[in-house]
């Protein structure tokens, strides 16, 4: 599929222009210059076109700011076509001149030069500085108010498509998100899985901002990589940019069909990381808990703390059985490898259906091991019938005869014979009663 890359220095409305053409909010956006960091990638609405939203482009020679330009420079060099972006209000900048040549330098995909911010022709500066540029005639658009785009689209139609490039179809692959608190490993595991650098790592919290969503093939399997950014207490958050990045950390949970929840196997285990959890539990997704950085915990205390973990896991969440927890290293790529191969057999077991006179003749068994306990009514609680009426979360629908008042404690019994017996000890399971109703209790 066809690259287009938009490209230009900080705060010219790269994000914005890029939430437009692809109909979403996945990118940040935020006034303040440097909210995007790494490169976001989406499909262009209507057109066969893999858009990539790029870090403003800055002269910095260390530091996150080079880190998101060297990034950004790398994707201009893979483009099929190029929107450079610059703020038609402010007018030409030394900066604009100097990113032009390097676009010059590192690619010869066409490009368009955009001219943003284009509302109020009374507001615009003298377009005519653009042409110095070297990229012809500027296009006045306002990304916000979403006029201008005609152009884009005319420009894009006359680039001959490119079939060789890897399609981003969300609906056909995995979608696994990397989830956690900050500075655990996130973006070194993405990293890792993709064999090349292509996210931000530093020693510092708070790096990655956008939800990143990557499509590769990993371990044999198509999937795309939901990089997030991560989530800090809330007494701890007080920058608005970090609150708008949590909340899209939250809405990948339920964009994505597997969660890995990559914790510090060197740390102690954090309410966040259990209230992260539960909401991955509570969306009815598939949780895997990577214990990160497991080279650096001692040999002789591995056991104990992955024990304790389990315990602790297990005892907070009635929705799982037997959590599914993994030691891993994201900067060596141990059990890396594992780690995914383990999730890929927890998919496809959460794709398939359990035969209904399974389900019942597990059923059947566990009520003959331990009756359903007397209703308020001191009546007898009769179970008839069961069937799988859903996926993702595994769900039963079981119908009752009588009264219906079975208690959690009950429901818990049921739960984990029948995820033991169908191997679904690791995936999210409902169940629900369904009572039958009386023929003769209105006539």
């Known amino acids: 599929m066809s690259k287009l890359i938009i490209a230009g220095r900080p705060n010219t409305g790269k994000s914005t222009l890029f ?166 490993g996130k973006s070194t595991l993405v990293n890792q899985v993709l064999g090349e650098r292509r996210q931000i790592v530093i020693d510092a919290p708070g790096i990655t901002r956008d939800t990143v969503k990557i499509p590769t093939n990993f371990y044999g399997r198509d999937i795309i990589l939901m990089d997030t950014a991560g989530l800090r207490r809330k007494a701890g958050v007080t920058d608005d940019v970090e609150t708008l990045s949590a909340l899209k950390s939250l809405d990948a949970i339920d964009k994505a069909d597997v969660v890995i929840l990559v914790v510090d196997a060197t740390k102690n285990i954090e309410n966040q990381a259990l209230g992260i959890a539960a909401r991955v539990y509570t969306a009815g997704k598939i949780l895997c808990v990577a214990l990160n950085k497991w080279d650096l915990v001692e040999p002789e205390l591995r056991d104990e703390k992955l024990l304790k973990l389990k315990h602790q896991f297990t005892n907070s969440f009635h929705q799982i059985i037997k959590p599914l927890i993994l030691a891993i290293s994201a900067e060596t790529g141990s059990g890396v490898k594992n780690m995914f191969r383990r999730i890929y057999e927890q998919w496809d077991i959460s794709n398939t259906d359990a035969p209904t006179s399974l389900i019942n003749r597990i059923v059947e068994k566990l009520i003959e091991s331990r009756q359903p306990p007397m209703s308020r009514l001191k009546r007898p609680m009769k179970i008839k019938f069961a069937r799988q009426t859903g996926r993702h979360p595994m769900k039963i629908t079981i119908n009752v005869g009588g009264a219906s008042d079975i208690p959690e404690s009950y429901t818990r019994y049921l739960r984990r014979g029948l995820a033991t017996e169908l191997k679904w000890e690791h995936l999210p399971i409902i169940i629900e009663y369904k009572k039958d109703e009386n023929p003769f209790e209105n006539k």
């Not at 940040?28 to 960091?37: E, I, S």
């Not at 005519?128 to 152009?151: C, M, R, W």
Request: avoid cysteine; hydrophobic fraction near 40%; charge should be negative.
């Open 19 to 184: 939430n437009a053409l692809t109909g979403t909010r996945d990118a940040l956006v935020h006034d303040r210059p440097g909210v995007t960091r790494d490169a976001i990638r989406g499909q262009m609405q209507n057109r066969a076109w893999t858009i990539v939203d790029t870090a403003g482009l800055e002269n910095a020679k260390s530091g996150i700011a080079a880190d998101s330009t060297n990034i950004a420079i790398d994707e201009i060099a893979s483009a099929d076509a190029i929107l450079f972006v610059v703020d038609g209000r402010t007018g030409l900048t030394p900066a604009d001149l100097d990113w032009a040549r390097t676009i010059r330098r590192k690619t010869r995909a066409p490009v368009m030069l955009v001219a943003n911010k284009a509302e109020s022709a009374k507001r615009l500066s003298d377009l005519n500085d653009f042409y110095k540029l070297g990229f012809g005639e500027p296009v006045p658009i306002s990304a916000e108010h979403k006029t201008g785009f005609d152009a884009i689209y005319e420009f894009i139609d006359n680039i001959e498509p490119n079939t060789d490039n890897v399609s981003l179809n969300t609906t056909q692959k995995l979608k696994i998100a990397i989830m956690g608190q900050p500075n655990v």
